[in-house]
């Protein structure tokens, strides 16, 4: 046990030191009551101010990481424009030596508890990384061949495999209403596939407990940019796009959430340079990883009933339109059942998820995920899901809360189940 954990010590030094440093990175909370301020305030996205939640509303506070060399402009505009505005993170370096410090060790730990062993079952004490995702999956399909059947949807630019879990107890013979979940297109986004991966441990280890989930067929990408998820553990914590080679641009990577090609490239929420995080690329679809979402949707584009897209964060569940703050003509259904999940998921839990449309409640941005799958494929109940956030940041959720916010999430997809169940 002692070697283990000096092993530990060294394999701390050594992540630390392959990681991008963000030592005299400051993260404050801004707040704005004017929509030209908040118009404004957008611009600086392209100076390489980090929006670390969604551009909000009028009213609603976010969070934004400053590096050093705006660390005086940018405060001077707040102050000018009278921006209410409070430094939180000082330093943002020691926050991420933290995380990484209580990553390893609870990887560390988990392994000790298997001694070594291959994975039996999920094991939800540390962020999963990609190619510990995909064994899992492949061991589930190997164990529960009658419930589970794991796909390569398609490969990353790296060459990564994009596993999808299809999962039924009628062999997806038609008679059931289908859901379609992907998860992770964001990379900094860790919540996002762990809580894909403990649906998917639950409806299939755990299927008996969970019979009513199965009334329905279940169709789950979780993570749709392991290179970008993978990126983020060795090399960059906030890197947020895929890794995808940008012609003639020395900064790489597409904003996957902007690639969708539904009103792709129009509204607001977008950016035309490739070293934006919001980047659309230079096509529709020009991103390996969401052809490989595009591909998987059309397979069963006309059985599915509801799509979600998990992300983090921020407690929403959020509707069609993104790309302008037009309301979907399915709205009030729309509306009516996110409320029943948030209240699930409060009664249950104590969490308040806030459901709305994503244009109106936060900020336009075209080329989404949800407005691709309502607009392109008439997929009526089309949702993003930001999960929760933690930490002094928000992304970094210690892997002490994965447990409590994939319970929570879960029993939200109790009450979607439930209520396409009973009324597809």
């Known amino acids: 046990m002692r070697c283990t954990f000096l092993f530990l010590a060294a394999l701390v030094a050594l992540t630390t030191a392959s990681q991008r440093s963000y030592d005299g990175y400051q993260v404050m909370t801004i707040k704005t009551d004017d929509s030209q301020k908040l118009d404004m305030l ?8 980090d929006f670390w939640d969604n551009l909000n509303s009028i009213g609603r506070p976010m969070r934004v990481m400053i590096p050093p060399n705006l660390q005086t402009d940018f405060p001077a505009f707040l102050r000018d424009n009278e921006i209410s505005h409070e430094l939180i993170i000082p330093n943002v370096e020691p926050v991420l030596e933290q995380e990484r410090k209580d990553q390893i060790e609870s990887r560390a730990r988990a392994m000790v508890n298997r001694r070594f062993a291959p994975r039996a079952t999920a094991d939800f004490s540390y962020y999963w990384q990609p190619s510990e995702i995909n064994a899992y999956l492949r061991n589930l399909a190997t164990e529960y061949p009658n419930l589970v ?6 490969e990353s630019f790296e060459g990564r495999e994009i596993l999808v879990a299809r999962i039924s107890n009628s062999n997806f013979d038609g008679t059931k209403p289908k859901i379609f979940i992907d998860a992770g297109v964001h990379a900094r986004e860790w919540i996002a596939p762990m809580s894909a991966l403990n649906l998917i441990h639950e409806l299939v280890e755990h299927s008996a407990d969970n019979a009513d989930f199965l009334a329905c ?5 979780p993570t749709v940019n392991p290179d970008g998820y993978q990126y983020t553990h060795d090399s960059d914590r906030f890197w947020r796009k895929t890794r995808s080679v940008n012609q003639g641009s020395k900064c790489r990577g597409v904003d996957g959430n902007r690639n969708y090609g539904y009103f792709w490239g129009q509204g ?22 969401i052809q490989a979402v595009v591909n998987e949707m059309a397979k069963d584009a006309s059985g599915i009933r509801l799509y979600l897209s998990f992300h983090s964060y921020g407690d929403w569940l959020l509707f069609p339109w993104g790309y302008d703050r037009i309301l979907h003509d399915n709205h009030e259904q729309l509306n009516q059942v996110g409320e029943l999940v948030a209240e699930a998921i409060r009664t249950a839990h104590g969490r308040q998820y ?10 336009p941005a075209a080329g989404g995920s949800d407005d691709y799958a309502a607009g392109v494929h008439n997929i009526n109940l089309s949702y993003t899901v930001e999960l929760s956030g933690g930490g002094l940041g928000g992304f970094d959720l210690p892997a002490s809360q994965i447990v409590t916010v994939t319970r929570e999430i879960f029993t939200g997809l109790r009450a979607y189940a439930q209520y396409v169940a009973t009324n597809f």
Request: glycine share 10%; aromatic share 10%; net charge negative.
């Open 42 to 49: 957008f611009q600086w996205q392209e100076q390489g101010i």
């Open 149 to 154: 059947t794991v796909e390569v949807a398609g």
């Open 217 to 221: 067929d279940w169709i789950i990408i």
């Open 268 to 289: 607001a929420g977008i950016s035309t340079n490739p070293c934006s995080d919001v980047f659309l690329g230079r096509e529709p679809h020009s991103e390996k990883e």
């Open 354 to 363: 806030t459901t709305g449309n994503s244009a109106i409640l936060l900020y």
